[in-house]
Nanobody, 121 residues
Framework: QVQLVESGGGLVQPGGSLRLSCAAS????????MGWYRQAPGKQRELVARTTSGGSRNYLDSVKGRFTISRDNAKNTVYLQMNSLKPEDTAVYYC???????????????WGQGTQVTVSS
C-alpha cells in the first residue's frame, strides 16, 4: 500500500519561511511526477508546484521566485521550500505523486493527508 506522508506545516509570520516534506512509502515500482497543491477555505484546490522524474518544474505564477520544489529520488521525497510567505499563501497543502506500483502499469494518482500552512502576524 502506497502512502504519502507530509510534514512541515505550521504558523509563520508574513515574510517568513517554511519547508514542507512529503515522503512516499510502501511497495511500488516507480514514482513519476510529484507536486504540491493547496486549498484555501472556500476556494478550489490549485497546483502550486510540480516536478517530473526528468527534473522539469512548473509553478503557480503567484509563487514564482518565492517557492522552490525539489526532490530526492533516493528518499522518495519531495520538498517545497516556501520563502517570503504572504497571508494569501494560507491554505492546506497537499502532496501529490504519480506512482506505478508495478512495471508497465499506468501510474496512479496518490495524495497526502494535507498539512496546514497559516501565514499571519
Amino acid at each position: 500500500q502506497v502512502q504519502l506522508v507530509e510534514s512541515g506545516g505550521g504558523l509563520v509570520q508574513p515574510g517568513g519561511s517554511l519547508r514542507l516534506s512529503c515522503a512516499a512509502s510502501g511497495s511500488f515500482f516507480s514514482i513519476f511526477a510529484m507536486g504540491w497543491y493547496r486549498q484555501a477555505p472556500g476556494k478550489q484546490r490549485e497546483l502550486v508546484a510540480r516536478t517530473t522524474s526528468g527534473g522539469s518544474r512548473n509553478y503557480l505564477d503567484s509563487v514564482k521566485g518565492r517557492f522552490t520544489i525539489s526532490r530526492d529520488n533516493a528518499k522518495n521525497t519531495v520538498y517545497l521550500q516556501m520563502n517570503s510567505l504572504k497571508p494569501e499563501d494560507t491554505a492546506v497543502y497537499y502532496c501529490n505523486a504519480d506512482i506505478a506500483t508495478n512495471r508497465g502499469e499506468i501510474p496512479y494518482d496518490y495524495w497526502g493527508q494535507g498539512t496546514q500552512v497559516t501565514v499571519s502576524s
